[in-house]
Structure formats: structure tokens, C-alpha cells
């Protein structure tokens, strides 16, 4: 199957260029809509994503259109590599059926391991040198005076975990989790 996938940034903004240009190239299905490309949930998109098989294409007007930034672009790329699919930009003239379209999104996708790479190596060495200055990561432990006395609350059953929680400011799952680790002095 060959897909379309046209898509504006607002209610306002007109489809029909995207949608002309994608029936000229002889698509089977066309999926459209109009949302931001920087929401994460876009249901047309998504329903395409989840239709795709071994030997479907999809079609774009440009990159933009497709994805919210380079790096989810290239995990779509991805996405499409792993169900065999190829992916055609008109606007870029990108095509990965070609050995030139591959080549360019097998180059973006080492840039992007690249900066996944570099920024968990970052971090790690930022993690590495706050607790060489004696920092400890993670949530600061809630007191354990604060735990008892929610756990004192909880047991009543006058109060809702809700509002033990608005009392002490204890969350149930720390409740719970100490709860779990004390119930032999229960």
C-alpha cells in the first residue's frame, strides 16, 4: 500500500496543496490532520502508524510535515526500517527505497546514536562528579517521624489516604512501601 500523510499546524491553514500533491503520486489511503507538530499525541498519524507493513510506503510533502523535531523524525525512519517500510519526502526529494535516501537517513540516524550517546555520557560524568562533592541524587527521604505518624493516621481508618497525604505529605506509595517494610512492628 502507499499511504499519505498531510498534516498543518492549525484549523486556520488550508490542506489541499499537501493533499493535490500526495494524489498525483498515486497513494491508496491518505491520512490527514490538523495539529501542531509539536503535540506528541497525533492520532491520524499514530492510526497510520499502526496499518504500516513489510512493503508499504508512505509518502510526505516535506520532513516538517512528518516529524516534531530531527530526532523523533529519525525514530519514525526507524520505526518505518524495522516494518520494512519506505519513506518518500517530495519536498527533499528523499526516497529510502534508493541507495541515496538510505544513505542520508542511515548518516541521520548515526548523528542522532551519536547525540544519544553523548548526552548519557554527559550525564553520567555530571552523576559522577556531584557525588564526588558528596551529593546524593534522587527524592530527599521524607522523615521518618512524618512516616509514623501517617502510618498512625492510616491505621485509625478515620482518614482517607488523601487525606493523610494533605496532612503529612506523605504519598500513599511511600506510606504503603514503609508499611510493607515495618509490618512486622505492625
Excluded: W
Excluded at 544513505?103 to 560524568?125: K, V, W
Amino acid at each position: 500500500m502507499i499511504y499519505g500523510y498531510a498534516r498543518v499546524s492549525t484549523l486556520d491553514q488550508n490542506l489541499d496543496r499537501q493533499i493535490i500533491m500526495l494524489k498525483q503520486c498515486g497513494i491508496d489511503e491518505l491520512f490527514t490532520e490538523k495539529i501542531s507538530g509539536t503535540k506528541k499525541n497525533r492520532p491520524e498519524l499514530d492510526r497510520l502508524l499502526e496499518q504500516l507493513q513489510d512493503g508499504d510506503t508512505v509518502i510526505v510533502e516535506s520532513l516538517s510535515r512528518l516529524g516534531r523535531s530531527t530526532k523523533n523524525l529519525i525514530e519514525l525512519v526507524e520505526l518505518f526500517q524495522t516494518k520494512g517500510v519506505q519513506l518518500v519526502s517530495l519536498k527533499e526529494s528523499i526516497d529510502t527505497s534508493t541507495p541515496s535516501g538510505k544513505l542520508l537517513f542511515t548518516l541521520m540516524s548515526a548523528i542522532a546514536q551519536f547525540e544519544r550517546d553523548t548526552i548519557a555520557e554527559r550525564t553520567a560524568e555530571g552523576l559522577k562528579a556531584a557525588r564526588a562533592k558528596g551529593h546524593v541524587g534522587g527524592r530527599p527521604k521524607t522523615k521518618k517521624e512524618k512516616l509514623i505518624h501517617a502510618m498512625r493516621l492510616y491505621t485509625t481508618g478515620e482518614y482517607t489516604l488523601k487525606e493523610i497525604e494533605e496532612l503529612t505529605g506523605v504519598k500513599k506509595s511511600t506510606l504503603y512501601r514503609y508499611m510493607k517494610e515495618h509490618a512486622k512492628d505492625l
